[in-house]
């Protein structure tokens, strides 16, 4: 079996390159996805469709067009990491959590010590929780080889 | 049809008391559900199971025990009121929005402009962005009425 | 077993009224459900949220808001009748058609002759296509009743 | 990952063509599926069973043998373009949008801008509006694309 | 909990009734719901909606309207009671049996040996066969009490 | 695309083969799948797990066995053809047609026309009622090609 | 909310007792279900359907009409309680734990510390694990008030 | 079609590699899928994340990350075979039964004699109960077969 593995949140650090090159030093059967990661991309992705004057629907069209790419890439992984990281808010990582919860599609935290506890409920329904990219390949590893 | 709405997230304003009352004040036909609002009760929701000396085993504990009673209640109800505040990370908050946006249930989300950016994935899946709890007990009373 | 109806389309005509009198006379296992119907205060069902310079953003926040109860209803109901008149595009009403046809949820169309062919998809789904209120009435007694 | 994108709505047009010559010429992961698009052909798709004297019936039979092609179409699909053009009722365009938003199946509207209040219901479920091909292209690209 | 019980199958004898009259002498917490069972109103049950001159047409009208009834009840039904008896063709009780089979609603055959062989497969995914109403009861007494 | 299509029901005529030689012969991107034809086979599907003495549980255990394939292959199907010869009771056949239309699986009767009465529920749920082994080919090019 | 609460396992001890005393002694709103708790009743339960020689086929029948009763009731709670004890293989509780982990039901383990290791698979999918009757009505306590 | 087995339960004898031997000598269309078999590995599969002091965390721990495994090779598999030896608790196989029996994922037993009265209800929710590798071997030649 081939496994698609989702690389949910965080876009400002390498550690989606990290998991990469991990899984590919080791020759996983694992194919990787994620969301557009060029933040002002993301930021733009619907302006092709007109521009507008009010940021939140900006946002709000922009949103839903990354939607139609992450919603389908996250229903047919077959497991999904999400990363916290020192910055921004990052809501859309917890979304994307709760999203993959209520599937019923395993996920493996991936954030430091200090967050343990505003992200209880997160990691409470995660598969595991990670603290660097390399446990995350070590346990892609484990679950997918042998 | 009487509506069951659950509130999700902020626990240190009145902004639920507003929007029960607010309902109430209209004979709304609705029933409002919500996690244990008790902070340091919701902490320590399972150590009655034992006590532990990790905090993340502490945390995980307590979660699992509070998930118990909040995905029942958010899978049973209509509607979801997701609100964001102004401290913390909040981020089980948008865990349950995008558990809700998984499930197709329609939420709402009750939030101040400074958050359009950081909820543009959270926005994109609601059914509207409210600003006050009046605005949101103004949404019930449309929705359910008539 | 009481049954649960919803009346989706057209709202410039009494036939809501016409099937609910024609239940109340047989005294139906019957309760209607319905979109809110008052074409002005559906319009502005997302006014309250803020104003919108764009028609577009004015008619999907009402848009949205007025979703909330319709697909709500929709997925509670065990039938609708979904008419269509002489009048306006109604395509909401066969969007309604297509997303009950989607859940499963049966479904009677309700439309003169000269519609069979622009209907012939979503009559194909449905469970009847009838002419006139009073046929949806003795359909719903035979259905609900013995 | 490979794009299976499904193309409803109006036959009488170009815009299929302006679409899949657009994703051809970016070479686009997407593969295209639409129904039987020659009018007649699909009218008389029933007919090899045996000739019907009502219209009624012989448009009842061949939008069943139309639905087996298209439901299954819709349901393997990743995303819908759904066209609304200045011609005709166009119900079935509506009830596919319908049908994609009960399945959770992200859609796309194509149309002018005089359809904006009509078709509110509709782009209220939709993911994006365009207005023009080269705008789904421009879409089809982002998402599937990096 | 009270339990619904669908009566499926023969339509000629009085299963039925010795079904239910155990039921109540024992006073269970059960309520029975059932097609229509007149054969005459079940064949009509389309009549209403106009006059059809092709045998095929007028059985398809009557039958569509029968199932909204049908497959309403047999979706909301705890247990289903499958009767095959030793007249007419009976392939609308085999039919229920592999509704509910797909539904993973439990269903009790209720038949003679003679029919063993035939049933083969009806019966590999039923809960049990019997082989009087009497049986029948005691099952349920047996389920739904204690 | 290449479309999966059962073939229930019949084991005793060459329905069988004159639909799959047609399909080749119009060279159609369509794959048949089948329960095990061989009667006498399938009857023993259960024996290599031990003797029975009675001809109940000889039949319950080949039918388990045999349904492991059959409930597959059904699920895993994109069309059904359910025929009905004129021998047997052939209430497998209907059996799995209702699991067909539970599962929204799309499915053509194949049957003359003296059973119209008697499977007008089977065929009440079907796409399309065919009377011979060619007019089924004709739907499968249709629906298939273009 | 009232809440359901399924308790599976052991029948040989006082456990559901005090689980149902503890709640009742706080008045909880709460309705417990559970198989039939006879052990010689559950082992003849399909005994009224007719002898067996064979005592796989005796088990077999038996166990399916407890089927009808466990698998409804399972789907119908809330909340399940699995208790494994000191004694016999106790399967079933762990098929229990099973069936609730795939319907994502959340469920309670309660037994000793000596079955960690062997019970880990069903701990790693329980929400709890409890060692008493008393820290189970502790939770539900908390679970379902407030 | 090519047919994925998983293969569950005991790990300490070569009943695994009689099936997949058995198949392979019949040239049979299937991949097996399995657990990570290796007991120590699979006791130690969660420490790559950090050690732990309490029995019960470890556990935990490594079996959720097998979950991830199991879960997924369950719910991608056609079948299952779930195994019980003579040593052990085995509440994992029985776990799995449970867990394949509410995704209605057809599932053999093997098992010998003894075993019957304690599997009666993971037996009951079975297509088939096998008491050797090679009887296996034989329902998935003829299950996959012509």
Not at 15 to 35: D, K, M
Not at 58 to 83: F, G, M, P, Q, Y
Request: overall charge negative.
């Amino acid at each position: 079996m081939n496994w698609t593995v989702y690389l949910s949140g965080e876009i400002h650090t390498g550690w989606r390159q990290r998991v990469i090159q991990g899984a590919e030093s080791y020759n996983l059967p694992v194919t990787f996805t994620s969301a557009v990661t060029d933040h002002a991309a993301s930021d733009a992705a619907g302006d092709v469709l007109g521009g507008e004057n009010e940021n939140f629907w900006r946002d709000h069209k922009s949103s839903k067009v990354n939607a139609i790419r992450t919603k389908t890439l996250i229903e047919n992984c077959d497991i999904a990491i999400v990363r916290f990281g020192d910055q921004y808010k990052q809501w859309n990582a917890a979304f994307d959590a709760g999203f993959c919860a209520a599937l019923g599609k395993p996920y493996i935290t991936l954030h430091d010590e200090e967050f343990i506890h505003p992200l209880k409920e997160v990691d409470a329904s995660a598969m595991a929780w990670s603290r660097s990219p390399e446990q995350v390949v070590e346990i892609l590893k484990y679950v997918t080889s042998a």
